[in-house]
């Protein structure tokens, strides 16, 4: 992965630079040890590495200013980092950078049930905004697989999704507000407890612009009270297309379930052998699950249940019980962890038009058989955003370079079919190179402006997004 | 100018650029009595028609800016679909004629009573394509519902009133077409006791997705409306909860004739309290527990409209008046919608924004306007 060549001055300052840092804040907030920092020289994707300068942990927006402040007249590019889960390499140091942390910044500021909404610090983890409030029986409705670890700071910048977004929308149908941090250290507010924008849709613009227009310490956030009740339905089928064709004639049909999950042999195995959910031993699995009181959730399983019997499923399982309903969900919650034990894997997380999956994982066979490497498929098929995971041996030369190809590949044959290279993980420094198979320069161009008014020095998490060819002129001219 | 394809327009707007000469952009021309006026030349965008794209099955249409949305709506009905949204029709309130595009759905981010469960205009919008003030032709988002590639100019595009580019083609994420619905009635609440209802509705987990309440005017008494859509079965049950649920707070009934209520929705979505008022119309956007509140500083002399639960307030007040001094603390924005000339200069259409985000804006305007030719004034 090419980096911007770290900034001699800066790494000779290091000594000035941590103490001003550490004039502000209290001594533990501040790391600039080698053996410490090294905890932060990568987030989840972990095949890339890089110490930062130095490490701050503020405890307030105003110690967030004060510190980026400092960052800005020393001319020092910052990190932003809210719990280091980003597939994508989202906060990936440079080695002249300073990481700003939201992590110590996790308190409820303010819950309104009344209103429908909550505001929290961005530094709480996504799991812990629904615990927060449901005790109320309310919920925050953005669910990624990492909910229980990441931060609603990183949910911001890279506009998260989950299993659930079907029905709810993703983070940015979700935010209603943001107080935020500008490179040059002015907190402003965008945004409340009201709905829409003034003017301008700031605040649409800065969800998902991956922590590079400035650092989100404040988040008021939709609640929703639960419902009733949810149950999944579990479908197997013997052909991938079938289930593909299930999908779509389930979204035909006016049913709208908050989730349908998809599996693929390979995956189903593999999480069979780690979690023992029971799953049938099929070409493809859905979990469909729905929600309502009683009666709504029988009405809707109907619907489904005779769609599905127009493809001749191989299993057809409905949840009789909570404890069942959680042995459905268990094998697809586990799926990661459990191609985690068996390989090595790369998961992607592009988006295609649903009525092109029977083609896109007929493709992706092949493109399997052709490099030599496994991939097992679970995804988020009714919004048809895919996480191909491929399986590579790290401790084998070449192999992630192969896997890394291969990758590129798959997320090529997305745009091709009319989808995205990203659904819900964000570019980050993973997919910034194949930027210009989705957009071309002037499109590219168009989104480099918005930073060019937020960070005009382009300092705030640099090298993400862009392809580094893109954005010379600009990183040189700064 | 009317131009017919992506291409012409994008060549209309460099030669413009080229030359300094200001444009007016219009589609239907339905909201013409909105924002600041514009002189300039026209640009009329509903030489660019026709739906691009649409599949049933992944809940996607796509189609050049100036189709009408009534074409738009006949062609997702006829699948048993619809927009999320349920974009108001301005017809009413301004006194104008003609045909609302999408475009023009798109450009003032027009949302109606669903907004409060499925999202504003904003939400259903996926992928955008404009040509911006140097005619260049830019593309952003796509046809996928998830898609964080890169920055969002989707939403910064819904809601600018043509200034920072000139959209050529939107697509949406849809919804299916509900098989029924029903409206529960509380009757004759004052504006607390509204607020109250329909935040109660919309903590219990019914899936509300209309909240709105008509204050009592002559020989019509207060209505406080809720609304729920879905399946038969679902359907009854719901509105018969809230049925029970809203009792302790007036009088309840259920409308269950679908087209007295269709009528009723349509009427709270145009705004029609206000819109046959006399004086100035404002929109509010507040928090909603902050509604009675608000409607008590603007005083007798408003009629008003609540939806959205209480955090949308029309507002129909005498010539000249300021809500937004009469919002006095109270967080939000007020839009004036509707007044004369003079009062819009006066008052300014947008709520101002505070110093360090109208900075921003102004930014954002001189990168993808640098010659100050795209609505000139307009949000100004």
């Known amino acids: ?478 | 100018m009317k131009p017919t394809s992506e291409a012409e327009l994008a060549d209309a707007i460099r030669a413009s650029a080229a030359k300094g000469t200001k444009l007016h952009i219009r589609g239907g021309g339905t909201r013409a009595g909105f924002g600041h006026g514009v002189t300039g030349q026209l640009v009329d965008t509903t030489g660019l028609k026709g739906v691009a794209l649409y599949e049933p099955g992944a809940l996607t249409i796509v189609a050049a800016v100036g189709t009408p949305l009534e074409t738009i709506e006949k062609t997702l009905a006829k699948e048993g679909q619809r927009l999320p949204f349920e974009p108001m029709d301005h017809r009413a309130l301004y006194g104008t004629n003609g045909k609302s595009t999408i475009g023009g759905v798109v450009a003032a981010n027009v949302s109606g009573p669903r907004r409060i469960q499925a999202g504003a205009c904003r939400d259903s919008l996926i992928g955008v394509r404009f040509v911006d003030g140097e005619g260049t032709v830019i593309k952003n988002g796509g046809r996928v519902m998830k898609n964080v590639t890169g920055y969002d100019l989707v939403k910064l595009m819904a809601g600018s009133h043509g200034t920072l580019g000139v959209l050529s083609e939107v697509a949406f994420k849809v919804l299916p077409m509900p098989e029924a619905g029903a409206t529960v009635i509380v009757h004759g609440l004052d504006t607390i006791k509204a607020c109250a209802a329909m935040s109660a509705a919309l903590t219990a987990p019914y899936d509300v997705n209309g909240a709105a309440h008509l204050p009592s005017r002559a020989n019509h008494p207060a209505r406080t409306c809720i609304r729920v859509e879905g399946f038969e079965g679902s359907v009854t049950y719901r509105s018969g909860q809230l049925k029970d649920l809203l009792g302790r707070f007036g009088d309840v009934t259920i409308e269950a004739h679908q087209a007295t209520a269709q009528k009723l929705w349509q009427h709270i979505r145009d705004a029609e309290t206000v819109a046959s008022g006399k004086g100035d119309v404002w929109r509010i956007s507040v928090k909603p527990s902050d509604a009675p509140r608000l409607a008590t500083t603007l005083g007798d002399d408003a009629q008003l409209q609540f939806d959205w639960g209480g955090g949308l307030v029309w507002a129909c007040v005498p010539q000249g008046s300021n809500v937004r001094t009469a919002m006095n603390g109270i967080d939000g924005h007020a839009t004036l919608i509707r007044s004369s000339e003079a009062t819009a200069s006066q008052l300014g259409v947008f709520q101002p924004e505070a110093a360090p985000l109208a900075k921003i804006s102004a930014g954002l305007r001189a990168r993808f306007d640098p010659h100050g030719i795209l609505n000139p004034g307009r949000m100004g």
């Open chain 1, 1 to 478: 992965m090419e980096m911007p060549v770290p900034d001699q001055g800066v790494l000779d300052r290091k000594a000035s630079i941590v103490a001003r840092l550490e004039q502000i804040l209290p001594g533990e907030a501040v790391i600039s040890d080698p053996n410490e920092t090294r905890a932060y020289e990568c987030d989840a994707l972990t095949a890339y590495r890089c110490q930062p300068l130095a490490v701050v942990l503020p405890a307030t927006t105003e110690e967030v200013a004060a510190c980026l402040k400092i960052c800005h007249e020393e001319d020092v590019p910052v990190v932003p980092r809210g719990a280091g889960t980003s597939l994508a390499g989202g906060s990936l140091p440079t080695a002249d950078s300073i990481i700003i942390g939201v992590s110590r910044m996790n308190a409820v500021l303010e819950t309104d049930y009344d209103n429908r909404f909550i505001k929290v610090q961005t530094g709480r983890t996504n799991l812990s905004v629904t615990g927060a409030v449901e005790q109320n029986d309310f919920f925050y409705a953005p669910d990624p697989s990492s909910q229980l670890a990441c931060a609603i700071a990183g949910n911001i910048a890279m506009n998260s999704g989950g299993a659930h977004c079907l029905k709810y929308g993703v983070t940015t149908n979700n935010l209603m507000g943001v107080r935020m941090v500008t490179m040059e250290g002015e907190i402003i507010d965008i945004g409340g407890a009201h709905l829409d924008a003034a003017v301008y849709d700031l605040l649409g613009v800065i969800c998902g612009s991956e922590g590079q227009l400035g650092i989100v310490t404040e988040a008021t956030l939709r609640i929703l009270r639960k419902p009733e009740g949810a149950r999944p339905v579990l479908l197997g089928f013997d052909r991938s297309e079938v289930a593909g064709a299930c999908v779509a004639d389930i979204i035909k049909a006016g049913v709208l379930p908050v989730a349908i999950e998809f599996m693929d042999r390979p995956c189903i195995r593999a999480t069979e052998d780690f979690a023992h959910a029971g799953y049938p031993d099929v070409e493809a699995l859905l979990i469909v699950e729905v929600e309502g009181s009683e009666a709504e959730i029988v009405e809707q399983l109907e619907k489904i249940k005779t769609i599905a019997r127009r493809h001749d499923p191989a299993e057809l399982r409905e949840s009789a019980s909570a404890e069942e309903s959680a042995a459905i969900w268990k094998g697809r919650k586990a799926a990661f962890g459990a191609m985690g034990q068996i390989n090595d894997y790369m998961c992607l997380d592009g988006t295609i038009p649903v009525s092109q999956l029977p083609l896109v994982l007929r493709r992706m066979e092949e493109l399997s058989k052709e490099y030599g490497l496994d991939v097992a498929n679970v995804f988020h098929a009714g919004d048809g955003n895919l996480h191909p995971l491929i399986l590579f041996d790290a401790n084998k030369p070449g192999d992630l370079e192969t896997c890394e190809a291969m990758g590129a590949d798959i997320l090529k044959l997305c745009v091709e079919v009319g989808g995205c290279l990203t659904g819900e993980h964000g570019v980050g420094v993973e997919k910034r190179d194949l930027m210009l198979t989705q957009y071309n320069e002037g499109d590219l161009e168009a989104q480099m402006r918005i930073k060019d008014v937020f960070d005009p020095a382009w300092l705030l998490n640099p090298a993400k997004v862009f392809p580094l060819i893109t954005t010379r002129t600009r990183r040189e001219a700064a």
